[in-house]
């Protein structure tokens, strides 16, 4: 099993600033298999990112990621209040989905 | 609109079982991969199960394999997931995903429904 490790668990920041989340993969993963998830309290998670940098429909361009192979990233250019949530990353190797621990970016 | 529309979940007793659903509408579900992801109380996410969009590739994860069963109803676009010999650590929100396009990721979510395993 491919184990996705997520860093740092919390990230303290004020609106406008920058964050930078990590996702760190115990085994290579195909860019094409990389995605990143946000999800508030109480809500579904929503897809950001999927092929590590292709960002969703309709997800705001101050949402980047980048990676490759077992290292990759997900970056808020400048933190909006609606963009203090949970974000996971996900992978997909054969058949087996799993998906990080999360990091919680909360108003600091 | 597309929308996916859980059902089922509630309270039931350890090795009870339960039967969970999943309303599709606003895109063609035949044509897509179908999932069930789970989070348990204040955990995170968990992939369940994934069914093809015909129906003839199914798997599961090691927590669930040989108790869980997803089955799919295209002509009636629904997604289903029998769960038998319930544990307490089943116990979550049970999400119906849609996998995207290239099949690696979850590009929509119902809200989910809640289960819960305890006597």
């Known amino acids: 099993e491919n184990v996705l490790t997520q860093s740092p668990a919390t990230l303290s920041l004020s609106p406008g600033e920058r964050a930078t989340l990590s996702c760190r993969a115990s085994?290579?993963?195909?860019?094409?298999?990389l995605a990143w998830y946000q999800q508030k309290p109480g809500q579904a998670p929503r897809l950001l990112i999927y092929?590590?940098?292709n960002r969703a429909t309709g997800i705001p361009d101050r949402f980047s990621g980048s990676g490759s192979g077992t290292d990759f990233s997900l970056t808020i250019s400048r933190l909006e209040p609606e963009d203090f949530a949970v974000y996971y990353c996900?992978?997909?190797?054969?058949?087996?989905?799993?998906f990080g621990p999360g990091t919680k970016v909360g108003i600091k | 609109e597309v929308q996916l529309v859980e059902s089922g979940g509630g309270l039931v007793m350890p090795g009870g079982s339960l039967r969970l659903s999943c309303a599709a509408s606003?895109?063609?579900?035949?044509?897509?991969?179908m999932n069930w992801v789970r989070q348990a109380p204040g955990k995170g996410l968990e992939w369940v199960s994934s069914?093809?969009?015909?129906?003839?590739?199914?798997y599961y994860g090691d927590s669930v394999k040989g108790r869980f069963t997803i089955s799919r109803d295209n002509a009636k676009k629904s997604l289903f997931l029998q769960m038998n010999s319930l544990r307490a650590e089943d116990t979550a929100v049970y999400y119906c995903?849609?996998?995207?396009?290239?099949?690696?990721?979850?590009?929509?979510w119902g809200q989910g429904t809640l289960v819960t395993v305890s006597s």
């Open positions: 606003g895109f063609p579900f035949i044509s897509y991969g």
């Open positions: 085994q290579s993963v195909s860019s094409s298999s």
């Open positions: 069914i093809s969009s015909g129906g003839s590739y199914i």
């Open positions: 995903a849609r996998e995207g396009y290239s099949g690696s990721n979850f590009d929509c």
């Open positions: 092929g590590a940098s």
């Open positions: 996900q992978q997909r190797s054969n058949w087996l989905f799993t």
